[in-house]
Structure formats: structure tokens, C-alpha cells
């Protein structure tokens, strides 16, 4: 090389000239060397190429001007097409992910906690402040802060996400959203009920699914948080002016109202509404436990005598039936109700023939969806019991039931609980002489839908065993479970002398309709939901018809509405309720309840709480249908 090259090298490197350690040579290892054509100026002549000093130099490849562009730095004379292609590729995937990041925050930010409300398009149109905010705060932090505070948003952002998609779950099957606090004892009995319908693998299996989902959703989130901080970091300046100038639009909006589809304004604070509205649900939960407490220890009827207590329906044979998902749509909504009004037209009539006498109102349920035993424990108890801690609360008191009391008042107490599977310590709680469930009873045929056994198996079986041979005066507490979802195979209602062992249902079970079959069409879903409560109903009056007698009073009722897929978002929590008997003498002590003659109640007919009914029920059929209702002291 000569002189004039070197020194020029030398100075435009930034190192003094020096002679070579060896001559100019041609050797095709130098002139492979990549790090020589990053610099254009290295090769400017023909002698850089066959300098091996040239290609030594370290500072060669840190020059600004090889590094100024990492896409060109990539694409060099020395390079092939094929190493072209990969840094193409690997820009458009940091683009991809970059958008994808975007895409995933946004929609967690603005996703809602119902399902039905990703029907509307105003759910995507909005432009949600939390997310302008966020980064504009996260881009002033130093260095590493930077990553960790967006590793820290994403996570609590993916656990925002996790509880609302608990929320659409606890909508879609209680209508209620989740309680972070008092809900968590839900999930042992959602496994146990797994665990009954897919066996302990299937339930092993979802479990494990459901961890790795929530696994995925954390990291998931935590990473976009990080790739989006990232890339705003090297467009700082860009970054700040596009937060602060869509939090500028977003109070604007907000301030004007703006709305596009579906009343839905498109100023979005959706995730911080929600955080505050949790954190506000939280904080009543931790309250719940002592209010509750504190209403369970003031009972009116704690003190009355014995010979006070339901001296009015003395000698009688008194039942509570629940009807499963018996819900007001069931009566009220055009979709769900032809053929059951009909019927309990139909009802009516047949049950006055037989000489009954019949009142219907409405109680509104603490449930919807499911949950039974909260509403079994409410009408029973007289205190609202619309969660489960409530319930084992309750549980574990000395509260009086209308069970104990008529206990009390010499009545033999049962249970029948057809859809029951294993024992039921509860039972010693209300004050049930004998529990009878699918275990005792006896049947030889196949399950239909959830119900372990077809209710007028369940009926006949308690005409044959209990209600048909000489027995004290009952008091039968008895939930129908036919008519619980999934509503297929539904049993068909037969003679009664055809009943038997419940073998006779297997050719009917076969006959029946499959779950996929039934559920692909929501037309169709509704349709059997219906026919499963007129087939309850049916069962019910034509045994009153066929084996009710003198002194023979009944209360039936729902014990919630059915699911949102049934009856849609919004639906009341009421449920219809019949009181009935021949005794005249009965009956009138509940004239100035205000129901409607009949089984079916009139939309305008009162609607009592369910947690109401314990109370009224206890003071009607007291000693003249007055009872003392001065309060009785706290127990202890």
C-alpha cells in the first residue's frame, strides 16, 4: 500500500500511520472479509482491498457511518440475496409483533365483562385513556424502570383481563359478575361438578388448562407492555406528543358525549371504571360477613312457643316444591312461554275440578342461572342469602328454618333431593328427620340431562314410600330436577302405574335428544328448556290430581331464572310462586296476600324478597295468622 493511502486510512480512522507487518498481497481471505465493504471509503481503491491492515482494524467496523442505518448495514456488496431476504423478514416481523403488541393492549383495555356486548360494534370504536396515559408516564422513567414498570402494568392489565373473563362466566350462569372476595369457594364446587360430569381426569385436564391460560395471558400481556415501551423509548419525542395529544381528544370527547353505535360514547375508561368498581366490591365483601351476621342474630320468630308455631295447618301434610329454572320468563316472554301458558290455563281448571284451591304470586330470587341452594336456603331461613360464604354462614348457625319450626311444632321433616349424589351434612342444619336422594330411592333407569332421575320417578316413589302409607304430619322440603340445564334427553311423562323401578325410561332415554343436537340451535335450546318445565308442571298437578288429598297443602315455586342464554341480559331475578289446598279454612288465611286465583300469577301480582316469605308464612298460619312480631334478642 502505498504512502499517500496509508496515511489517509490513518487519518480517517482517527490512528496514527504505521508501516505494514507485511507486503501487499491478493489473498482472497482479506478480500472475503465482510468488515471491508461496510465502509465505502474503504474501498475506494484497489489497494484496500489488499491491505490486510485494512481489514485488522477494529475501528473499520465502529465508523458511525457503517452503523448510522442497521437496514443498509444489512444489505451490503459482500452479502447474498439470501441474507437480504432474512433481514427483510426479520423487519417485518418486528413490525408484526410491534402491531400485534397494540392490537392485544388495546383490545384488553376496551374488552367488556359481558359476552353479548361483543355484539355491538360500539364496544371497538372507543379510544380508551388508560392506554395514552400509561405510556406517557412510562417514557419519562430511566433506563431499565422503563421495562419493569410495562412488565408490572401488563401483568396487573393481564389480571384485569383474567377477572373479566371470570365475569363473562359468572353472567352467562349466575347473571352476577364475580366477587372477588366471597366467590373463590364457587370454584371447588365448579370442580366437584366437573369432576361428577367428566370424571376426575376431565376435571384434572380443565384445571391444568385453565392455569396454563392464565399463565399465557400474564406473559402474554407483561411482553406487549415491554415491546410497546421499547419501541415508544426510540421515538420519545413522538411517543409523548401522540399521548399527550390523544388525551387531549379523549376529554373532548368525553366533555361532548360523542357516540357512534349503541349509546356506547367512544371516550373509553372502561378499565379504570372497572378497577375502581372492584376495588368498591372488595370493600363490601369484607363488610358482607358482619352485616350478615348481624341480621342472622335478630330473629323475630327465635322465641315463639311451641304451641304458637303454625297452629294453623296442625294435621297436615305440608310440601315445598321447587321447580328448577322455573323462572317469571318462563310465563312472560313470547319465546319461551307457548304451550306453558296454556298449560297452567289448563291447570288451573283440572286442580279446581279435583277441589283445590289456588293463589300465585312472584318472589324475586337472591340467584339466577343457579345456585339452588341459595334460593332453597333463603325461602327457608327468611335471610338473603345471595352468596356462598353467606350460605356456609348460615349453615353453621342455630337459625330457625320453617323446617325446625315445623320440627318444633311436631312435624316429621324430610328431604327428598333427587338430584343429590352424596351426603348432605346440611340437612341436621334445617332440622330434616331423614334426607332420601338418588342413592335410596330406588331407581333402575337412566339419567336424563343433569337429574340423576325423571321427577315423576321421584314422585311416585315418594307416593309409594311415604305419602301413601299411614305417616305423621309431614313437612317435605322436595327441589324437581328435570328441568335443569342442559335440557336434553328430557323424560316424557307416563302413566303412572307404568312408572315402576324406572326401567321403563330407558327406551325413552334412547329415543331422546342429544346435547349437541339440542344446543347448535338456540330456537332449539329454548324450545327444551320450555317442554322440561311443562313436563315438571304436568308431573306436579297430576299428582295432586291423581293422590292429593284433604290434608294436603302444597307450595310450589321456581327457584331461580335460567341462564342469560335462555332468557338474555337484563331479565328479572322473579320467579313464580303457588300456594294450594282443599281445606277452604287454609286458603283463607292467605286472602290478603294478594295473589292470583289460579297457578299462574298476574303480572301485576305482588312481588315479595324470597328472604320475606319465611316471615309471612310463619305469621299466617300462627295462632289466628297473628304471631307477637316483637324482635327476639340476639342468640348467642
Do not use: C
Request: hydrophobic share 45%; proline share 7%; charged share 20%.
Amino acid at each position: 500500500m502505498s504512502g499517500s493511502v496509508r496515511e489517509a486510512l490513518a487519518s480517517r480512522f482517527g490512528r496514527p500511520a504505521r508501516e505494514p507487518e507485511v507486503t501487499a498481497s491478493a489473498d482472497p481471505v482479506v478480500t472475503a472479509e465482510p468488515v471491508v465493504t461496510a465502509d465505502p471509503e474503504a474501498t475506494a481503491g484497489p489497494e484496500a482491498t489488499a491491505e490486510p491492515e485494512a481489514t485488522a482494524e477494529p475501528e473499520a467496523t465502529a465508523a458511525p457511518e457503517a452503523t448510522a442505518d442497521p437496514e443498509a448495514a444489512a444489505v451490503t456488496d459482500g452479502e447474498t440475496p439470501a441474507a437480504a431476504q432474512r433481514g427483510r423478514l426479520r423487519t417485518i416481523a418486528g413490525h408484526v409483533l410491534t402491531v400485534s403488541a397494540i392490537v392485544l393492549i388495546f383490545g384488553a383495555l376496551i374488552m367488556p365483562n359481558i359476552l353479548s356486548r361483543f355484539e355491538r360494534p360500539g364496544t371497538y370504536l372507543r379510544l380508551p385513556i388508560e392506554g395514552f396515559v400509561a405510556v406517557g408516564l412510562v417514557i419519562l422513567l430511566p433506563g431499565r424502570w422503563k421495562r419493569i414498570a410495562a412488565a408490572v402494568l401488563g401483568a396487573g392489565l393481564a389480571v384485569i383481563t383474567i377477572e373479566k373473563i371470570t365475569d363473562m362466566g359468572f353472567y352467562a350462569i349466575l347473571s352476577r359478575p364475580f366477587d372477588p372476595v366471597l366467590d373463590w369457594v364457587l370454584f371447588d364446587d365448579a370442580k366437584a361438578f366437573l369432576a361428577d360430569s367428566a370424571g376426575e381426569a376431565g376435571a384434572t385436564g380443565a384445571l391444568i388448562g385453565v392455569i396454563v391460560l392464565i399463565i399465557a395471558i400474564v406473559a402474554l400481556m407483561s411482553l406487549a407492555a415491554m415491546r410497546i415501551t421499547r419501541v415508544a423509548a426510540r421515538h420519545r419525542r413522538a411517543t409523548f406528543g401522540t399521548a399527550l395529544t390523544g388525551t387531549a381528544v379523549w376529554v373532548v370527547l368525553l366533555a361532548l358525549g360523542v357516540q357512534i353505535f349503541d349509546d356506547i360514547p367512544i371516550a373509553a375508561r372502561s378499565s379504570a371504571m372497572y378497577v375502581w368498581d372492584r376495588a368498591h366490591m372488595v370493600k363490601g365483601g369484607l363488610n358482607n360477613e358482619k352485616e350478615f351476621n348481624r341480621l342472622a342474630a335478630t330473629d323475630a320468630f327465635a322465641g315463639t312457643p311451641t304451641d304458637q308455631l303454625l297452629t294453623g295447618l296442625r294435621g297436615k301434610d305440608v310440601m315445598v316444591f321447587f321447580v328448577e329454572s322455573y323462572g317469571r320468563s318462563a310465563i312472560e316472554d313470547p319465546a319461551l312461554n307457548p304451550g306453558t301458558t296454556e298449560l297452567l290455563a289448563e291447570s288451573t281448571d283440572t286442580l279446581k275440578k279435583a277441589g283445590y284451591v289456588s293463589r300465585s304470586g312472584w318472589l324475586g330470587s337472591p340467584t339466577a342461572g343457579g345456585g339452588s341452594w341459595l334460593a332453597h336456603s333463603t325461602l327457608l331461613s327468611g335471610l338473603w342469602i345471595d352468596k356462598q360464604n353467606r350460605y356456609r354462614n348460615l349453615t353453621s348457625s342455630n337459625r330457625l328454618t320453617l323446617t325446625s319450626a315445623f320440627k318444633k311444632a311436631g312435624f316429621d321433616t324430610m328431604s327428598v333431593m333427587p338430584g343429590a349424589t352424596r351426603a348432605w351434612p346440611e340437612g341436621n342444619f334445617y332440622g330434616y328427620n331423614k334426607v332420601y336422594d338418588s342413592r335410596n330411592t330406588g331407581y333402575q333407569g337412566p339419567a336424563f340431562s343433569w337429574a340423576p332421575q325423571p321427577d315423576q320417578y321421584t314422585l311416585s316413589w315418594f307416593e309409594k314410600n311415604v305419602h301413601g302409607p299411614d305417616h305423621d304430619p309431614l313437612f317435605v322440603e322436595m327441589p324437581l330436577v328435570s328441568s335443569h340445564t342442559p335440557w336434553a334427553p328430557l323424560p316424557q311423562f307416563i302413566d303412572w302405574d307404568d312408572v315402576g323401578d324406572g326401567s321403563v325410561y330407558k327406551q325413552i332415554h334412547q329415543e331422546g335428544k342429544k346435547v349437541k343436537q339440542v344446543w347448535r340451535d338456540p330456537v332449539k335450546l329454548k324450545r327444551e328448556y320450555s317442554r322440561s318445565i311443562q313436563y315438571t308442571l304436568t308431573t306436579l298437578v297430576s299428582w295432586l290430581e291423581v293422590y292429593g288429598d284433604e290434608d294436603t297443602v302444597m307450595v310450589f315455586l321456581g327457584d331461580h331464572q335460567p341462564s342469560a342464554m335462555i332468557v338474555g341480559d337484563g331479565a328479572s331475578r322473579d320467579v313464580p310462586i303457588t300456594i294450594l289446598a282443599k281445606d277452604r279454612a287454609v286458603m283463607a288465611r292467605t286472602a290478603d296476600w294478594g295473589w292470583t286465583d289460579g297457578v299462574k300469577p298476574d303480572p301485576k301480582a305482588p312481588v315479595w324478597r324470597m328472604d320475606e316469605f319465611r316471615d309471612r308464612f310463619l305469621t299466617t298460619f300462627g295462632p289466628s295468622g297473628e304471631v307477637n312480631r316483637g324482635l327476639a334478642p340476639p342468640q348467642r
